[in-house]
Nanobody, 120 residues
Framework: QVQLVESGGGLVQPGGSLRLSCAASGSIFSIYAMGWYRQAPGKQRGLVAAITSGGSTNYADSVKGRFTISRDNAKNTVYLQMNSLKPEDTAVYYC??????????????WGQGTQVTVSS
């Protein structure tokens, strides 16, 4: 069984920074893409950033230049460094990984979500 555990959310003032982490554990054979999504109240969940196994990255226009996604393959972990945070970044942030365990085909797994609140 595979589990994704997120950490690093919290309350921060506008202009501040936070770093989210998401570690995968369990019977993991290989991890392909990793990413972060977010969902604000009353809105649909949307992509924030993604990173391929080769290190190519993709960002939502609203976070380009402020957020940086990275991964540590040895630790099965993906990070999201968030700088210059704005109130509109307030949301529940979810990590996701496309990975293959030892018993099946590649599948998308999701973390439980971590709250990020940007407010003065």
């Amino acid at each position: 069984q595979v589990q994704l555990v997120e950490s690093g959310g919290g309350l921060v003032q506008p202009g501040g920074s936070l770093r989210l982490s998401c570690a995968a554990s369990g019977s993991i054979f290989s991890i392909y893409a990793m990413g972060w999504y977010r969902q604000a109240p009353g809105k649909q969940r949307g992509l924030v950033a993604a990173i391929t196994s080769g290190g190519s990255t993709n960002y939502a226009d609203s976070v380009k230049g402020r957020f940086t996604i990275s991964r540590d393959n040895a630790k099965n972990t993906v990070y999201l460094q968030m700088n210059s945070l704005k109130p509109e970044d307030t949301a529940v942030y979810y990590c996701t990984m496309l990975l293959r365990n030892y018993s099946g085909s590649p599948k998308n797994y999701w973390g439980q979500g971590t709250q990020v609140t940007v407010s003065s």
